[in-house]
């Protein structure tokens, strides 16, 4: 099943986000209509499939891949991803990376940048995956239009 896969989450109806899919999830994302599979992961990550690309093109599917170091992301990676996600507005797409950490931070970056959302609530879904440690805090504040990282209320 897909909410096996690793930090799964169901964003919309359209937008999918998880670590790293094994090759039966992939099959089970197209069987449920998904359409383009993003990767943010870099190759030699945990649990990298060796083709991906090829399972993915071969189960009907559009696959991208945007290599992120997950100790130096960088912005024109973001605005890659963006642009990407806006290509494929309308259709049903999965995201992941090695745990989707990568992925959570680069969604929720595109809700406040490209789609108006405040950065509070676009943070909620990647703070239920995880809390950023310092790099990833730098790169977020940077990102922000507003230049601050929302800190979580005391107490949650």
């Not at 993003?38 to 030699?44: G, Y």
């Not at 507005?89 to 108006?116: E, P, Q, T, Y």
Request: aromatic share 6%.
């Amino acid at each position: 099943m897909l909410e096996d896969i690793r930090d799964f989450r169901r964003l919309s109806a359209r937008c999918l986000t998880a670590g790293q899919p094994t090759s039966a999830q992939l099959a089970e994302a197209a069987a449920e209509g998904v359409e383009a599979v993003i990767n943010l992961a870099l190759p030699t990550s945990d649990h990298a499939l060796p083709d991906e690309r090829a399972e993915v093109e071969r189960l009907g599917m559009r696959y991208e891949s945007i290599p992120v170091h997950f100790d130096s992301p960088r912005e024109e990676e973001l605005e890659r991803f963006s642009d990407l996600v806006d290509s494929l507005s309308g259709r049903k797409i999965l995201i992941h990376c090695a745990a989707n950490k990568r992925v959570s931070a680069f969604v929720a970056l595109h809700r406040v940048r490209r789609l108006g959302w405040p950065a509070e609530k676009a943070l909620e879904e990647m703070r239920a995956v995880w809390e950023p440690d310092p790099t990833w805090r730098d790169f977020i504040t940077a990102a922000l239009p507003t230049a601050h990282y929302p800190r979580r209320n005391a107490g949650n």
